[in-house]
């Protein structure tokens, strides 16, 4: 078998959904898991037992990492406050995420170190989520005191990201900063070169332009604006508006080529993209389907450079254990389903479909183009409409034609944005000129999604 | 079923151990985790002067508008500033409740 590890992946995933459904006790798993182990060690040169036992194993793995998630330690907030409070506490904490503005406040995530109540001063742990009113200007590390009101998140997305509680912080006045800062230091590098980039990006574009540009380069979707948003959404193009396997592509299209230019030999291509890749990971916040993405192009460049042959299947799933296995409950997100479900669509159906629809090849390069792009846009819609009608209840017939034409005009824009910036920071006086390409290009976007939504039954909303 | 290598079974075992391991010692750490009690907590925020402050920093309080702001300067200038800040109570509009809310984000010198 080629694709070893596709097997394995599968079973990890039932041993989640097994655990999510069925509560079974921790310690129960772990000696199912540590006896087969011991089956697959004892039998490990009889390859049908052997890999019985480490499939069980997989399954029994993907069980206790859920499980172990449930545990959680004293002194974790949630086992700390009562489920209702009104009570105002002081935390003090790190702030883990960097803050973005939602609406008219702002979000950022806090590792707590300490809590504060009327009858309570304890070491506390664990993650909680900050809603602050106003503008609130803090940065990644930094360590703050924080007095509001605490109550348990809605929906299932906080509680899929280990978050048990969120804060309400009135305005700016209720966050005193202690001025240490803790973190992981090149982070706190990455952290400070991403702000800076945003910054370049709102000085030389526009508000709307900037935005969708902030969120394509920079993964910053708060920033987009609402219409942009909803007129996507529609079209079944927002991912483009989200970083992903195709701008992490881009990202090493880009190293690749300037490296190129500067006559740096192949092999060592690869190993100078390789912690770039990490730090543009780090720099987008480390979303879902960058990390996918990365651990993909890692995959794929660690294989070369062990001289062994790439299994993009194998990649794949590789990439999937690695987030569960840190984040069990992403199985549940839709981020995470849609993520998978389109690039393991494009993957397989594919080249079934290329198969099926041109059996000879085709000599006419710009034909070839044409059709290949199509058939990568249906892949990936028949691999995620059944996920967005069921998540969503939207049905986009419309999203195989505007991804065709959208997508190769936002890898343009993508290119473009990274030249915009690398003018920003080199050479700004031709930066201007950059920055006006730019606005062209995500016109010319938003006028395609706009114009195709005029289209009778382009965009149908389900009932729910 | 998986056709394995012996080099591949090697390293899946070695690395689901290392996996069983870390999670064993993993769940030892949390149930054997005890929280302890802090000092308090001492909460500093950047308090507004009241003899000082403009109406623009003022607005910056959470239930102070324009009308408010406005009537805490002319208070400060009939009466030639505040003596303190209990004296925010005589402003018009500022109960009791609403000063209580209101007298944290103040100071006076």
């Not at chain 1, 574009?205 to 900037?210: F, K």
């Not at chain 1, 540009?213 to 948003?229: H, T, Y």
Request: charged share 15%; with cysteine; net charge positive.
């Amino acid at each position: 078998m080629k694709r070893p590890i596709l097997l394995l992946t599968i079973s990890f995933c039932c041993g989640i959904i097994f655990a999510s459904r069925l509560r079974m006790e921790w310690p129960l798993i772990y000696v199912l898991a540590v006896l087969s182990w011991g089956g697959a060690a004892f039998l490990r040169r009889k390859p049908v037992g052997h890999s019985v036992f480490i499939i069980l194993l997989a399954f029994l793995l993907g069980a206790l990492s859920l499980t172990s998630k449930r545990i959680l330690p004293a002194g974790n907030i949630a086992r700390i406050i009562p489920y209702r409070t009104s009570e105002t506490y002081l935390i003090k904490g790190v702030v883990v995420r960097q803050p973005q503005r939602r609406g008219r406040g702002t979000a950022f995530m806090l590792q707590v170190e300490e809590i504060q109540g009327k009858s309570l001063n304890r070491s506390a742990s664990g993650r909680i989520m900050v809603y602050s009113g106003g503008e609130v200007t803090l940065h990644y590390g930094e360590r703050v005191i924080l007095r509001g009101r605490l109550y348990r998140p809605w929906g299932r997305y906080l509680y899929s990201s280990g978050i048990r509680y969120v804060m309400s912080v009135k305005s700016g006045f209720d966050i005193s900063r202690i001025g240490l800062k803790r973190g992981f230091c090149y982070r706190c590098f990455v952290m400070g070169l991403k702000d800076r980039l945003e910054g370049l990006i709102f000085r030389y574009l526009d508000g709307v332009p900037a935005g969708m540009l902030d969120a394509m380069i920079l993964g910053q979707r708060p920033k987009v604006a609402g219409f942009i948003n909803s007129l996507m959404r529609s079209s079944g193009t927002v991912h483009i508006l989200v970083v992903s396997g195709f701008h992490v592509g881009l990202v090493v299209f880009i190293i690749a080529m300037f490296l190129r230019l500067l006559r740096v030999p192949r092999y060592w291509r690869f190993v100078i993209s390789l912690p770039l890749l990490i730090t543009y990971c780090l720099l987008t916040g480390a979303s879902n389907p960058v990390v996918r993405a990365t651990v993909m192009a890692v995959i794929f460049i660690t294989a070369y450079l062990l001289k062994r042959e790439p299994n993009i299947c194998n990649s794949i799933c590789l990439a999937a254990l690695f987030i569960l296995a840190f984040s069990p409950r992403q199985l549940f997100d839709v981020g995470f389903q849609l993520s998978f479900a389109s690039v393991s669509s494009i993957v397989f159906l594919y080249p079934r479909l290329k198969r099926l629809l041109c059996p000879r090849p085709i000599k006419a390069t710009p034909l070839a183009f044409v059709i290949d792009g199509c058939l990568v846009s249906v892949s990936a819609w028949l691999g995620t409409c059944g996920l967005i009608a069921y998540h969503f209840r939207i049905f986009s017939p419309v999203a195989v034609l505007a991804n065709f034409l959208v997508v190769p005009l936002a890898a343009l824009i993508t290119l473009a944005g990274f030249s915009l910036l690398a003018a920003a920071l080199l050479f700004p006086p031709a930066a201007p000129v950059f920055a006006r390409a730019n606005e062209v290009l995500i016109w010319l976007m938003v006028s395609i999604n706009a114009l195709l939504l005029r289209i009778p039954g382009a965009c149908l909303r389900l009932p729910s | 079923m998986l056709n394995l290598t012996q080099q591949e079974c090697r390293a899946i075992l070695f690395l689901t151990a290392l996996a069983l391991i870390g999670s064993g010692a993993n769940f030892i750490i949390k149930m054997n985790s005890k929280t302890r009690p802090m000092p308090v907590l001492s909460f500093d925020i950047a308090r507004i002067n009241l003899n000082d402050a403009d109406e623009e920093a003022l607005m910056k309080v959470p239930g102070i508008g324009e009308k408010t702001a406005q009537r805490i300067l002319d208070y400060r200038f009939r009466e030639g500033g505040f003596g303190g800040i209990e004296e925010l109570k005589k402003v018009k509009g500022i109960s009791g409740y609403r000063y209580e809310r209101l007298k944290d984000y103040f100071t006076v010198n």
